[in-house]
T-cell receptor, first 113, second 112 residues
Framework: DVKVTQSSRYLVKRTGEKVFLECVQD?????MFWYRQDPGLGLRLIYF???????EKGDIPEGYSVSREKKERFSLILESASTNQTSMYLC????????????FGEGSWLTVV | AQSVTQPDIHITVSEGASLELRCNYS??????LFWYVQSPGQGLQLLLK??????LVQGIKGFEAEFKRSQSSFNLRKPSVHWSDAAEYFC??????????FGAGTRLTVKP
């Protein structure tokens, strides 16, 4: 069965900390995504990657960076966490060009205090 | 990049009444369009999708959606709403650059 795993379900971090959110998929998918979900704003695309070492900015990349050194892993990095980055973060993957089935992880709740 | 607008933040309908949730997209080429539902505390579930062909698509749970290119719309409909349909609904659009954008969502409340 298809699986997208986010390593941490709940995190509490302090302002200014560097935060890593990890996402792993076991389906050999080409494309991976990071979204944040906030009430009233829906899911907003932070970054996506269409292949290993390739990345594209989404709509709200400021304050975030990503890393995709291996096909199965897509990491979201908050260089210096701020309180306005408190949110639910969703990782997703899809097979690739021409296949539009997207699979979501369970989400990571991040609180920055 | 493509974008999605869901004009209605919150809709309340009576059980048994019909439902229409609006979605407008912006994209220069033929879009890939989706509707997802998210129940409280749950993940997103795909209701239906449109890629090409017949502009009226059928989905799960009795939902359907109609693609209207002239109006850049992809509205979701259900003839008779059940209490279990109360949830948040997201419209999404995929583009040729492999990315996918979601709308802000419409929260549906169902009155007994």
């Amino acid at each position: 069965d298809v699986k997208v795993t986010q390593s941490s379900r709940y995190l509490v971090k302090r302002t200014g900390e560097k935060v890593f959110l990890e996402c792993v998929q076991d389906m050999d998918h080409e494309n991976m995504f990071w979204y944040r979900q906030d009430p009233g704003l829906g899911l907003r695309l932070i970054y996506f990657s269409y292949d290993v070492k390739m990345k594209e900015k989404g709509d709200i990349p400021e304050g975030y960076s990503v890393s995709r050194e291996k096909k199965e892993r897509f990491s979201l990095i908050l260089e210096s966490a701020s309180t306005n980055q408190t949110s639910m973060y969703l990782c997703a993957s899809r097979p690739g060009q021409g296949v539009w089935r997207i699979y979501f992880g369970e989400g990571s709740w991040l609180t920055v205090v | 990049a493509q974008s999605v607008t869901q004009p209605d933040i919150h809709i309340t309908v009576s059980e048994g009444a019909s439902l229409e949730l609006r979605c407008n997209y912006s994209y220069g080429a033929t879009p890939y369009l989706f509707w997802y539902v998210q129940s409280p505390g749950q993940g997103l579930q795909l209701l239906l999708k449109y890629f090409s062909g017949d502009t009226l698509v059928q989905g799960i749970k009795g939902f359907e959606a109609e693609f209207k290119r002239s109006q850049s719309s992809f509205n979701l409909r259900k003839p008779s709403v059940h209490w279990s349909d109360a949830a948040e609904y997201f419209c999404a659009v995929g583009g040729n650059n492999n990315d996918m954008r979601f709308g802000a969502g419409t929260r549906l409340t169902v009155k007994p």
